[in-house]
Every structure is written in structure tokens, then in C-alpha cells.
């Protein structure tokens, strides 16, 4: 077992004092310049078609309006979908005709029917009619009524199960072969895998390659945000992590726009995964992540990256710079050092630092909390009428100001601050609510039900900033990989708590509530992040916190990636 040195552990604590004056070229790490908005830009177009890549399914398996089948009455290539004997033809339930029954045809019949052509017995159907706006899997191969609803269902189920899968690679693949060769590959897999989707002949294929789909694009937005994060540094990680999910919104408004244009899920797939193929440029455009070149001892192609990033951000580059930052890199292998030469396995690290796997423990709790509570409230919420391509955009939108809330908490307050209240709150709002009598507020039980869908969402944008700054260069895909899989298991279990309601109303929100509530306080075991470098080896990861705060805020102007 490798302990921290008490030299290592200084090493971890002293400020790199004079790094940001002596090399000019570091400078555009600190600011938000050209260099920085376009690489943001490029990188937030993957993420983009993460949320298409990730909800396509909502729009593909769903529900679409149909009805019986008349063959007495009509014929399937000669109907229209709302004949005037419609209300005749079937047996109402809740007021809605059913889908699945019809009442038997008079043996006078002819094939002009009227109300009177219909007895009072009633059979089951044996083909439909289908809304002629919409096609989705569900007409492609009848799956109709109660005996085949369990297919549309199972469609989601399987694409966070491939997700699930996928992360477990994911986090693998970028620690060690880099975050832009794995953003590359993943885009341009989940890109070839849902063209080939689109063309499925049946079912079970269609079944087959949307886990295919789950798990090339599963680690594509935790790739393009971590090279994101990587990029910035200190307040802009923030910023980052704000754009990177405002981004992510913004794939689904446009995955909903796409929807409502197009009503079929064959083009649908084709317009959503087509651009991924333009994945195979992003090596081209992007450069690798400057804190994973540094960590694997490159720093011949660091030194590259950062004369393009100065000449785009119009800095003056010397060879009098240069030569200094190569010193720079000497120091910053030394303290590096602890990060190459440790050749154990990465669980084995983990398992070493009771700090690490504690906090690993912690996060897991909290990713899978969010999740849970994040699409368990949007699955119980009151389902509003309306066009549901709007009903989805609109759902996206709101997303929007939870993100930028977190963007201004979590540099003001801190992380740690802003993900505990935002778990606790959240949970608060949903255990309020069934304490509020029936008819003592009207809008009481909505308002509380939005304000904890509302905190879940920002505690759902700080977790990913907060993991992210939580652990070592060479270990962050693989842990945040760990969190974000075992995330995936509460949006596994969500679409079941409607389940819950049916044995007691109020269990569901009494479970999100209790869950908010203890990952809010479980998470202030974790140690404020806010104004602090990434750690880069498992010993600076450790000793987060533990710095003095009069040579923290020192440091804190003089960062360096």
C-alpha cells in the first residue's frame, strides 16, 4: 500500500507561483478567448446529438393514435380515420373509443355503414387504422394494445441497459487512448449504428440496434465534457459545464423541432444520426486534452497545442516563452511523476485511498439519486394536454434556467453548497407536497412539484462539475464513467415507481423526497472544489480541502492546467 509522502504532499500543496507571469502563453488558459469559444463550439455539436442519440426512442416507440379496423364497413387502402359511424363502432372507455374492441357488424350490412349497423356484442379487433401524420414502430408492426404494449416500453429499457453497458468501456477508452479519440469513435459509431437502424426489417432488429446505439453514444456527452472541462479552468469550468448542458437542451429542443417536422421514425434516425459520421474530422479540427497529454508525458504535442491556441488568442509567442514552459513541464512531470510510475490498476488505486473510494461511494449514491428522482418526477408529473412534440420542447426549455442558476451558485457558493441544498430542497418540495390538504391551494401541489423538478435538475448540472474536480487526472473518465453507469440504474428503475401509486399515491414522491434529502447531506462529506486546480495523481485528489485557505485564494489566480 503507497502512502503520501509528506514531500508529495507538500508538493500537492504548494502554489505554482510565477508560473502565470513567467510564461505568457499560459495566460490563454485563464481567459475565455477565440481559442476557447471555438473549441467549445465544436465541441458542443456531439453533445447536441448526444440528447438526440440518448431520447430518439421517445418519438420512434411511441404512441400514436389508432383504432379498430371495419372490414364490414371499409377498406384499409380506402378509410379515413374518423368515418361518421366511428362513435358506433366501438365500446367507450373514459369517454375514449376503444382500440382494441369493436362491436360486431348487423348481418344486413353493407359496405357503407351507418349507426344502426352495429349490434351490441363485441369482439376483438383484428388490424387498426392509424393516425396517417404519424409513423412510428407501433404501426410499422402492429404493436397494438395491452398483449404487445410491453414491446414499446421495453424499447427504453434496452437503451439505458446499452448505456449502462457502454459506460463500463467508456471510461476505459478515454483514460487511456485520450477524450478526443473517443469522442471521435463513439460519434461516428452510435452515427453508422443508427443509419443502419433506420432500415431495420423487423422488431427485433429495430430491438437489437437501439442497444448498439446506447452503447457507442453512452459515453459520448461525459467524453465531450470532460475534454471541455479540461480545456477551461478555475471559474470557466463553470461556464463550460454550463454551455455543455445548455447544449444538451438544446439537442433535445431540436430533437422535438425535428420530430414534429418529420412524423417518421425511419427519417427520423437518418436526420438524428447522420451527422455523427462527421465525427471522423473532429481529430482534424480539436486538439487532445492538454491535462491528459500532460499526465501521459507528451510534451512535445502540449507545446504545439498551446502556440496554436496563442496565435488564435493573439499572444506573443518567444522562443524565450517556450523554453520556459518546457522547464515548466520538467517541474510538472516531477510532481506528475507518482501518476507514471504507479503501473497498478486503477481499482487497485481506488481500493488503496479510503479518501477516493469513499468519495467514489458518495458520488454513485448522488448520480443515481439524480436520475431516479430526475426522470421518475418527469414520469409522474400530471400528463398536460396538448401536441407532445411541444410538450417535450417545452420540458427541454425549462432546463435552461436550472443551468444557469447552477452556473451562478456553484461560482458563488460553491459546489458543495449548491448540490447539497439543490438534493435537499428538492426533496423538501417533494415531501411538502402531500402535506398540502386537498383544496387549500389549487396551485400549491403543481408549484412544489416544479420547484423540486426545478433543484433536481441543478443538482443534476453540479454533480457532473462536482465529479468531474473530485478526481485524478488519469482515473476521472473511469470514475465518472462508475457514477454515471450507476446513474443509469435509476433511470432503469424510474419508469417503474408509477408501479408504487397503485400500492399507496404519495409513495412515489416519498421516495424521491427521502432520497434527495440523504444524498443532500451525504454529499457535505465532500470537500469544496470551488477556486481549486484539477488534482492530476490521487495524493493531490486526497488533500483537496486541506489547504490553507490564505494560500488557497492565493493560489487561485495563479492556475495553471
Known amino acids: 500500500m503507497r502512502l503520501c509522502s509528506r514531500k508529495d504532499e507538500a508538493d500537492s500543496l504548494q502554489p505554482r507561483n510565477g508560473v502565470a507571469k513567467s510564461l505568457p502563453v499560459s495566460n490563454s488558459l485563464e481567459k475565455i478567448g477565440p481559442y476557447q469559444i471555438i473549441m467549445f463550439l465544436i465541441i458542443s455539436m456531439p453533445l447536441s446529438l448526444a440528447a438526440g442519440f440518448t431520447l430518439s426512442y421517445v418519438f420512434t416507440a411511441g404512441e400514436i393514435k389508432y383504432r379498430c379496423l371495419v372490414p364490414e364497413c371499409e377498406h384499409p387502402e380506402n378509410t379515413t380515420f374518423d368515418p361518421l359511424w366511428i362513435n358506433a363502432s366501438a365500446p367507450k372507455m373514459d369517454g375514449t373509443i376503444s382500440s382494441c374492441k369493436r362491436y360486431v357488424v348487423r348481418d344486413d350490412h353493407s359496405d357503407t355503414c351507418s349507426i344502426e349497423s352495429f349490434t351490441n356484442w363485441t369482439r376483438d379487433c383484428d388490424s387498426w387504422i392509424y393516425d396517417p401524420?404519424?409513423?412510428?414502430?407501433?404501426?410499422?408492426?402492429?404493436?397494438?394494445?395491452?398483449?404487445?404494449?410491453?414491446?414499446?416500453?421495453?424499447?427504453?429499457?434496452?437503451?439505458?441497459?446499452?448505456?449502462?453497458?457502454?459506460?463500463?468501456?467508456?471510461?476505459?477508452?478515454?483514460?487511456?487512448?485520450?477524450?478526443?479519440?473517443?469522442?471521435?469513435?463513439?460519434?461516428?459509431?452510435?452515427?453508422?449504428?443508427?443509419?443502419?437502424?433506420?432500415?431495420?426489417?423487423?422488431?427485433?432488429?429495430?430491438?437489437?440496434?437501439?442497444?448498439?446505439?446506447?452503447?457507442?453514444?453512452?459515453?459520448?456527452?461525459?467524453?465531450?465534457?470532460?475534454?471541455?472541462?479540461?480545456?477551461?479552468?478555475?471559474?470557466?469550468?463553470?461556464?463550460?459545464?454550463?454551455?455543455?448542458?445548455?447544449?444538451?437542451?438544446?439537442?433535445?429542443?431540436?430533437?422535438?423541432?425535428?420530430?414534429?417536422?418529420?412524423?417518421?421514425?425511419?427519417?427520423?434516425?437518418?436526420?438524428?444520426y447522420g451527422p455523427g459520421l462527421l465525427a471522423v474530422f473532429l481529430p482534424l479540427i480539436v486538439p487532445e486534452s492538454i491535462k491528459w497529454l500532460l499526465s501521459k508525458g507528451k510534451d512535445d504535442e502540449v507545446e504545439k497545442i498551446y502556440r496554436t491556441m496563442a496565435r488564435l488568442n493573439r499572444l506573443q509567442v518567444t522562443d524565450e516563452a517556450i523554453d520556459m514552459f518546457k522547464k515548466i513541464n520538467v517541474e510538472t512531470e516531477t510532481k506528475s511523476e507518482l501518476v507514471i510510475s504507479d503501473n497498478r490498476k486503477p481499482i487497485v488505486q481506488v481500493l488503496h485511498s479510503s479518501v477516493i473510494l469513499i468519495r467514489l461511494l458518495i458520488c454513485s449514491f448522488c448520480w443515481l439519486t439524480n436520475t431516479f428522482v430526475y426522470y421518475g418526477l418527469s414520469l409522474n408529473s400530471v400528463a398536460?394536454?396538448?401536441?407532445?412534440?411541444?410538450?417535450?420542447?417545452?420540458?427541454?426549455?425549462?432546463?435552461?434556467?436550472?443551468?444557469?442558476?447552477?452556473?451562478?451558485?456553484?461560482?458563488?457558493?460553491?459546489?458543495?453548497?449548491?448540490?447539497?441544498?439543490?438534493?435537499?430542497?428538492?426533496?423538501?418540495?417533494?415531501?411538502?407536497?402531500?402535506?398540502?390538504?386537498?383544496?387549500?391551494?389549487?396551485?400549491?401541489?403543481?408549484?412544489?412539484?416544479?420547484?423540486?423538478?426545478?433543484?433536481?435538475?441543478?443538482?443534476?448540472?453540479?454533480?457532473?462539475?462536482?465529479?468531474?474536480?473530485?478526481?485524478?487526472?488519469t482515473l476521472r473518465h473511469r470514475l465518472l464513467g462508475i457514477c454515471s453507469m450507476t446513474g443509469r440504474i435509476g433511470s432503469i428503475l424510474s419508469p417503474q415507481t408509477p408501479l408504487l401509486a397503485q400500492i399507496m399515491p404519495s409513495l412515489p414522491?416519498?421516495?424521491?423526497?427521502?432520497?434527495?434529502?440523504?444524498?443532500g447531506v451525504l454529499s457535505l462529506i465532500f470537500p469544496e472544489t470551488l477556486g481549486t486546480k484539477l488534482p492530476d495523481t490521487v495524493c493531490e485528489a486526497e488533500n483537496i480541502g486541506k489547504m490553507p485557505v490564505k494560500q488557497k485564494t492565493r493560489n487561485s489566480t495563479q492556475r495553471v492546467v
Not at 454551455?243 to 437542451?249: L, Q, R
Request: net charge neutral.
Open 133 to 272: 401524420d404519424e409513423c412510428t414502430i407501433l404501426n410499422e408492426w402492429n404493436l397494438t394494445c395491452e398483449e404487445n404494449r410491453w414491446k414499446l416500453t421495453l424499447v427504453g429499457t434496452i437503451q439505458n441497459i446499452g448505456q449502462f453497458f457502454g459506460l463500463i468501456f467508456a471510461g476505459y477508452v478515454s483514460d487511456r487512448y485520450g477524450r478526443r479519440t473517443f469522442l471521435t469513435l463513439a460519434t461516428s459509431l452510435a452515427g453508422v449504428s443508427g443509419l443502419i437502424h433506420s432500415f431495420s426489417v423487423n422488431y427485433w432488429m429495430f430491438l437489437a440496434f437501439e442497444f448498439f446505439d446506447a452503447t457507442a453514444a453512452s459515453g459520448i456527452y461525459s467524453a465531450g465534457f470532460i475534454l471541455g472541462m479540461e480545456l477551461a479552468v478555475g471559474k470557466n469550468r463553470v461556464f463550460g459545464s454550463t454551455v455543455a448542458c445548455c447544449m444538451f437542451a438544446f439537442g433535445e429542443i431540436l430533437l422535438g423541432l425535428i420530430a414534429s417536422q418529420l412524423r417518421s421514425w425511419r427519417i427520423l434516425l437518418r436526420v438524428v
Open 384 to 473: 398536460f394536454a396538448g401536441d407532445k412534440y411541444a410538450n417535450f420542447m417545452l420540458v427541454a426549455v425549462v432546463e435552461v434556467p436550472a443551468y444557469f442558476l447552477t452556473w451562478l451558485l456553484t461560482d458563488h457558493i460553491g459546489r458543495k453548497t449548491t448540490l447539497s441544498g439543490a438534493f435537499i430542497l428538492s426533496g423538501a418540495f417533494c415531501l411538502a407536497t402531500e402535506f398540502i390538504p386537498a383544496g387549500a391551494w389549487s396551485y400549491g401541489p403543481l408549484l412544489l412539484y416544479m420547484g423540486g423538478k426545478l433543484c433536481i435538475t441543478i443538482a443534476f448540472a453540479t454533480v457532473y462539475i462536482y465529479t468531474t474536480e473530485l478526481f485524478p487526472t
Open 509 to 519: 414522491l416519498i421516495l424521491f423526497g427521502s432520497m434527495g434529502v440523504a444524498a
